[in-house]
């Protein structure tokens, strides 16, 4: 059961998709954590150019309090791992909106043109964007801060999606590009091998579910490029787009 700062009636955004979330973040953090104690975990490989995942995204920087209140988390993880674990810099912690491109080595300046003009196409009208963030949880691929949007979120997906359907990627299709987001969620840290049972880190993020770490509005967006390597995971600013 979630204490009262974190229960649906408590969070001050309130989505019509928020419960839905809420099972969600404890759903994956179910399925993901006794394999974290076993130390069975399957960490994603580096990216290579062609790869689909880690490539452009457009994506929301995380920022103010919630950052710092976020930093407090990235240091506590980083003292509990035992295997390398990647865990972010506060400067590059962010919510991704939409996944554009696959993993490129060089990412062409036309690329950057195209989506910078689509994002200040279809956001003309769009109501403020605000995230709340409350709780810790996890995936099959690390630990996050659990996001939850207001609905002009939803409908930015949603606009970026029906406009960029006729078109399709670019360049490298991309994981998901044509899922629309339900998340807001931030990444805190990404597994890396050697495969170790990591029960500090366990115990840790089940301690922190009902942790509230605030509320952020959205005055611009970003377009990356990540940098992952076997030693960090960070973001390339390639544009940003005032909302």
């Known amino acids: 059961m979630l204490s009262g700062n974190v229960r649906e009636?408590?969070?001050?955004?309130?989505?019509?998709?928020?419960?839905?979330?809420?099972?969600?973040?404890?759903?994956?953090?179910?399925?993901?954590?006794?394999?974290?104690?076993?130390?069975?975990?399957?960490?994603?490989?580096?990216?290579?150019?062609?790869?689909r995942r880690w490539g452009l995204s457009l994506v929301l920087r995380v920022d103010g309090s919630v950052r710092d209140r976020l930093r407090t988390e990235l240091a506590?993880?980083?003292?509990?791992?035992?295997?390398?674990?990647?865990?972010?810099?506060?400067?590059?912690?962010?919510?991704?909106?939409?996944?554009?491109?696959?993993?490129?080595?060089?990412?062409?300046?036309?690329?950057?043109?195209?989506?910078?003009?689509?994002?200040?196409?279809?956001?003309?009208?769009?109501?403020?964007?605000?995230?709340?963030?409350?709780?810790?949880?996890?995936?099959?691929?690390?630990?996050?801060?659990?996001g939850?949007?207001?609905?002009?979120?939803?409908?930015?997906?949603?606009?970026?999606?029906?406009?960029?359907?006729?078109?399709?990627?670019?360049?490298v299709e991309p994981a998901y590009g044509t899922m629309i987001r339900d998340t807001a969620h931030v990444s805190l840290m990404i597994y890396r091998p050697p495969l170790l049972p990591e029960t500090a880190i366990a115990d840790y993020v089940s301690s922190r579910s009902e942790r509230h770490f605030g509320t952020i509005t959205v005055t611009s967006l970003s377009l990356v490029r990540y940098n992952p390597t076997l030693e960090s995971v960070c973001l390339t600013e390639l544009a940003s787009i005032p909302l």
């Open 148 to 171: 939850y949007p207001s609905d002009s979120l939803i409908s930015l997906r949603q606009r970026l999606l029906e406009d960029q359907l006729p078109l399709g990627a670019l360049g």
């Open 76 to 146: 506590a993880l980083a003292s509990l791992r035992h295997a390398p674990h990647l865990v972010y810099s506060a400067d590059h912690l962010h919510s991704t909106v939409r996944s554009l491109e696959g993993f490129q080595d060089e990412v062409p300046a036309s690329q950057i043109e195209h989506y910078a003009a689509q994002l200040r196409r279809v956001a003309r009208g769009l109501a403020p964007i605000e995230i709340e963030y409350a709780g810790l949880s996890g995936s099959a691929g690390g630990i996050l801060a659990c």
């Open 9 to 51: 009636g408590h969070l001050s955004i309130v989505s019509g998709d928020t419960r839905s979330l809420q099972h969600k973040y404890r759903y994956i953090w179910a399925a993901s954590e006794p394999s974290l104690r076993r130390g069975d975990h399957k960490p994603d490989s580096i990216p290579l150019h062609g790869d």
